[in-house]
Nanobody, 115 residues
Framework: QVRLVESGGGLVQAGGSLNLSCAASGSDSSFNVMGWYRQAPGKQRELVARVTSGGGPNYADSVKGRFTISRDNAKNTLYLQMNSLKVEDTAVYYC?????????WGQGTQVTVSS
C-alpha cells in the first residue's frame, strides 16, 4: 500500500523560507505526476506546483518565481522549496502522486507565515 509522508512545514516570518518534502513508501514503481496542493481556511484546495515524468514543472501564478518544485525519482520523493514567503501562503500543504491505477495524497503539513 502506497503511503505519502510529508515533512518540513512550520512557522516562519514573512520573507523567510521553508523546504517541504514528500516521500512515498510501499511503492516499487515511479509516478507519472507529482504535485503540491494547498488549502487555506475557508478556501478550496488549489494546485501550487506539479511536475510530470519527463516534463517541466508547472506553477500557480501566485508562487511563480518564489517556489521551486523538484523530484527524486530514485527515492520517489518530491520537494518544494519555498522562498520569499508571504502571509497569504499560509495553508495546509498536501502532496499528490498519480500513476496508472492510483491517486495518492499525503496527510498534509501546516505552513504558517507570520507578518
Amino acid at each position: 500500500q502506497v503511503r505519502l509522508v510529508e515533512s518540513g512545514g512550520g512557522l516562519v516570518q514573512a520573507g523567510g523560507s521553508l523546504n517541504l518534502s514528500c516521500a512515498a513508501s510501499g511503492s516499487d514503481s515511479s509516478f507519472n505526476v507529482m504535485g503540491w496542493y494547498r488549502q487555506a481556511p475557508g478556501k478550496q484546495r488549489e494546485l501550487v506546483a506539479r511536475v510530470t515524468s519527463g516534463g517541466g514543472p508547472n506553477y500557480a501564478d501566485s508562487v511563480k518565481g518564489r517556489f521551486t518544485i523538484s523530484r527524486d525519482n530514485a527515492k520517489n520523493t518530491l520537494y518544494l522549496q519555498m522562498n520569499s514567503l508571504k502571509v497569504e501562503d499560509t495553508a495546509v500543504y498536501y502532496c499528490n502522486f498519480v500513476r496508472r491505477g492510483g491517486i495518492y495524497w499525503g496527510q498534509g503539513t501546516q505552513v504558517t507565515v507570520s507578518s
